[in-house]
């Protein structure tokens, strides 16, 4: 079972990670990715490009069952205004057994974070700024092909 | 042939989507950027540095000299940041 959602509402981690569980899966991991607070980020927007983006979700979820012989996987992520604290990401992997499932998790937020065409933008107080790119993200990437 | 346009780059050009019809010459994604920055002070700002842009054909992430054959739909776009 594949689960993608772009969504603008928040992410109920406890339905989702449920939806996953049900499978009877071995093993579930999940990853969530959040709005940090700690450098004066006051809001975070997300763009993204409709169509595309859920066709790349899309895409890599079905490589992540393929390649760990998934039972389950779920992607969600949220688009538009958020605050520190707020859920951005949500992904869960089920397999028979942990490593599987523990390391789809990862390809998926590793790959997503560079597949994916979502563009987050910074509000400090009045000034905003489009986050840039970081080769940290393209190395985490590369490192699964 | 539709263009769109996100992050920065849709905020300097003040949109987010154009139709254009590019003359022969305009074979690749490059040659695209190249002719978009004439149309405006905002293209022109938005395309000074065309190494700092992506592109995606027809939905797909493509390199910047990729053909635009019989392309639809052309996006340009910063490097993305989700997750």
């Given at each position: 079972?594949?689960?993608?959602?772009?969504?603008?509402?928040?992410?109920?981690?406890?339905?989702?990670?449920?939806?996953?569980?049900?499978?009877?899966?071995?093993?579930?991991?999940?990853?969530?990715?959040?709005?940090?607070?700690?450098?004066?980020?006051?809001?975070?927007?997300?763009?993204?490009?409709?169509?595309?983006?859920?066709?790349?979700?899309?895409?890599?979820?079905?490589?992540?069952?393929?390649?760990?012989?998934?039972?389950?996987?779920?992607?969600?992520?949220?688009?538009?205004?958020?605050?520190?604290?707020?859920?951005?990401?949500?992904?869960?992997?089920?397999?028979?057994?942990?490593?599987?499932?523990?390391?789809?998790?990862?390809?998926?937020?590793?790959?997503?974070?560079?597949?994916?065409?979502?563009?987050?933008?910074?509000?400090?107080?009045?000034?905003?700024?489009?986050?840039?790119?970081?080769?940290?993200?393209?190395?985490?990437?590369?490192?699964?092909? | 042939m539709q263009i769109l346009?996100?992050?920065?780059?849709?905020?300097?050009?003040?949109?987010?989507?154009e139709s254009v019809e590019p003359p022969e010459a305009v074979r690749n994604v490059a040659d695209l950027i190249a002719w978009l920055?004439?149309?405006?002070?905002?293209?022109?700002?938005?395309?000074?540095?065309p190494?700092?842009l992506r592109a995606a054909i027809d939905q797909r992430f493509v390199a910047l000299d990729a053909l635009l054959g019989d392309a639809k739909e052309v996006a340009l776009?910063?490097?993305?940041?989700?997750?």
């Amino acid at each position: 079972m594949i689960n993608v959602s772009v969504q603008p509402a928040p992410i109920d981690v406890g339905a989702e990670l449920a939806g996953v569980e049900a499978k009877g899966a071995g093993g579930i991991a999940s990853f969530i990715g959040s709005v940090r607070g700690d450098d004066g980020v006051t809001e975070l927007m997300l763009e993204h490009y409709p169509g595309m983006t859920e066709a790349a979700l899309i895409g890599l979820a079905e490589e992540a069952f393929v390649r760990w012989g998934l039972l389950a996987v779920t992607v969600v992520h949220r688009i538009g205004a958020m605050v520190p604290g707020d859920r951005i990401v949500f992904i869960a992997t089920a397999a028979a057994h942990r490593k599987e499932a523990l390391e789809a998790c990862a390809y998926l937020i590793d790959r997503l974070k560079t597949d994916a065409p979502f563009w987050k933008r910074e509000r400090r107080g009045e000034n905003a700024d489009w986050v840039e790119a970081k080769a940290s993200d393209d190395a985490a990437a590369s490192r699964w092909s | 042939m539709q263009i769109l346009y996100f992050a920065w780059v849709r905020e300097r050009i003040g949109t987010g989507q154009e139709s254009v019809e590019p003359p022969e010459a305009v074979r690749n994604v490059a040659d695209l950027i190249a002719w978009l920055g004439e149309r405006s002070p905002g293209h022109a700002e938005a395309f000074r540095e065309p190494a700092r842009l992506r592109a995606a054909i027809d939905q797909r992430f493509v390199a910047l000299d990729a053909l635009l054959g019989d392309a639809k739909e052309v996006a340009l776009f910063p490097p993305v940041t989700g997750g």
